[in-house]
């Protein structure tokens, strides 16, 4: 059983930063790739960003490219996403996901941690 727990989310000015951390308990988390969705109010999830295994790989979505910028800690069972820059249209319930494919990394999924950016 793997568990995904996201932790930083909150309410930040236009412009600002925050960086969100998700922990994960269960099997070698080394072994996963990474990944961060988001779900605006009333929209579909959007896959934000992924990162490899190994953390040497990462890509983006271009509406986040520039600003955001994944990372992973395999020592510690976490992956970050630091998130700079931000916008209104940034505002949304964030997701950290695992899996085997780091092309389609929705295995397992945490609950969510909510970002909210106001203008």
């Known amino acids: 059983q793997v568990q995904l727990v996201e932790s930083g989310g909150g309410l930040v000015q236009t412009g600002g930063s925050l960086r969100l951390s998700c922990t994960v308990s269960?099997?070698?988390?080394?072994?996963?790739?990474m990944g961060w969705f988001r779900q605006a109010l009333g929209k579909g999830r959007e896959f934000v960003g992924a990162i490899s295994t190994s953390g040497g790989s990462t890509r983006l979505a271009v509406s986040v490219k520039g600003r955001f910028a994944i990372s992973r800690d395999n020592a510690k069972n976490t992956v970050s996403l630091q998130m700079n820059s931000l916008v209104p249209e940034d505002t949304a319930v964030y997701y950290c996901?695992?899996?085997?494919?780091?092309?389609?990394?929705?295995?397992?999924w945490g609950q969510g941690t909510q970002v909210t950016v106001s203008s």
């Open positions: 269960g099997r070698a988390f080394s072994s996963y790739a």
């Open positions: 996901a695992a899996g085997r494919n780091y092309w389609s990394v929705n295995d397992y």
